[in-house]
């Protein structure tokens, strides 16, 4: 292939190809754990687990994105990228076939195999978008965010269904092995292990849908304690810290405040609750749409994003008749958020090292501070034996929320001793 067929990319659908590997592998991370809370019910009643056990069998990994993403990018350092995802994707695997194959400790320890897995791959997904698509980053991180919410809905609807005809088990090994495996073909095909790009031969073919330029190298001394002394990455962490806790407190409990506060049944209130997943569908979609053809700037986009999440806990407080359009309003935005935020990530580090490092603080303060968000509102609401002051809660976190987003968004400085006329391209640790 000449160096012009290159640049111009073969016809479709070889320019999609990268984008779909890894769509594929942000989908398999994510399938293992949504199957699981509608079955929770008949798992603890066949494996007799308290209420307590029943809520490690969701928490567990969530507090693995926490805890273990500093461990995670460090492991990442070392392997790259390319190895780095299916190392991700095999940990997910055994861990889905472990946790589906014995009693209550086979099921906990899959479980945190499973949470370790993700934790890997949720760092592996923004740094190939900054590597292999920083052209089209809102773009990509916004199909990224989309496909695992596809999935989790997914997988949320036909979890019961498919336990109904061949038990619980066989249904959270399905989730956890068949798009974990078909996306671990795909990945070692595209991302061949020990090296540090895409297949060179696809990346040809695709042209112009990735990004070919040369890859620079830079030492990177001393770079956790440069990040954590940049004001924008702790102000990106607490952004995404009032998101997750949010967005997790909500999850859990707004079926629960549906049925209170409109007098709903238990599955009527279910449903309801789920516009509020549904349409973090088509959020992440709206990212690409006001960066690239709106041209807002990244202050605004944020503004209105967060703006709109607020709407649902708001609109519960003042008039909890208008769930549906309220859930509608930010279910949109809850989506759109994360999308937002990691396209600013992306867009503000100037190496893969900064950007695995940035994208572990933020990770690692979010997905601790989610892990409180369910258990905060249950205990306020115990105590209070009412919605408003939870919702307050929610409120709160979304106004922490919003004003790091915005000040991380102002912020135009660069990680302390970072070479501020260094290419505004990623370039290999």
Do not use: K
Not at 217 to 226: C, D, I, K, N, Y
Not at 228 to 253: E, N, V
């Amino acid at each position: 292939m000449s160096l012009r067929d290159a640049r111009r990319g073969s016809p479709y659908p070889w320019t999609l190809v990268p984008g779909v590997v890894f769509l594929l592998f942000a989908s398999g991370l994510r399938a293992p754990i949504t199957g699981v809370p509608p079955l929770v019910g008949a798992i603890g009643e066949d494996l007799a687990l308290s209420s307590v056990g029943q809520g490690l069998l969701t928490s567990i990994p969530v507090l693995c994105f926490g805890v273990l993403t500093p461990l995670a990018s460090s492991l990442l350092r070392r392997t790259g990228l390319n190895t780095g995802g299916a190392c991700a994707l095999a940990l997910v695997v055994l861990g889905s076939v472990v946790r589906s194959s014995g009693g209550t400790a086979l099921l906990f320890v899959g479980t945190a195999l499973i949470g370790v897995g993700i934790t890997i791959g949720n760092l592996v997904a923004p740094m190939v978008i900054g590597r292999d698509f920083r052209r089209r980053a809102a773009l990509m991180t916004g199909l990224y965010t989309s496909s695992i919410n596809v999935i989790v809905t997914a997988s949320t609807a036909l979890a019961v269904p498919v336990a109904t005809w061949v038990g619980w088990r066989a249904s959270i090994a399905v989730w956890g092995t068949v798009p974990v495996i078909v996306a671990a073909l795909t990945w070692l095909w595209a991302y061949p292990p020990r090296s540090d790009t895409i297949r060179p031969s696809l990346a040809a073919r695709a042209g112009l849908w990735v990004d070919r330029e040369p890859v620079l190298r830079v030492e990177a001394p001393g770079l956790w304690g440069r990040i954590l002394g940049w004001r924008p990455a702790w102000l990106l962490a607490s952004a995404f810290a009032g998101h997750t806790f949010s967005y997790y407190a909500m999850a859990a409990w707004l079926p629960t405040s549906l049925g209170d506060l409109s007098g709903m049944g238990q599955g009527a209130a279910g449903a309801a609750a789920s516009v509020f997943q549904l349409t973090g569908i088509l959020g992440p979609l709206t990212v690409p749409v006001m960066f690239s053809v709106l041209h807002w700037s990244d202050r605004t986009v944020l503004a209105v994003i967060s703006a709109a999440w607020a709407v649902l806990p708001v609109g519960l407080l003042v008039l909890p008749s208008g769930w549906l359009v309220w859930s509608l309003v930010s279910g949109v935005a809850q989506g759109a958020f994360f999308t937002a935020l990691f396209t600013l990530v992306i867009r503000r580090t100037r190496s893969v090292d900064e950007n695995r490092t940035v994208s572990a603080l933020v990770q690692t303060v979010g997905y601790v501070a989610a892990s409180f968000g369910p258990v905060s509102l249950g205990w306020i609401h115990q105590v209070t034996g009412g919605w408003q002051a939870p919702f307050l809660l929610v409120v709160a976190a979304l106004v922490v929320m919003a004003g790091c987003a915005l000040g991380a968004a102002g912020d135009r400085s660069t990680p302390p001793g970072a070479d501020p006329a260094a290419p505004t391209g990623l370039v290999a640790p």
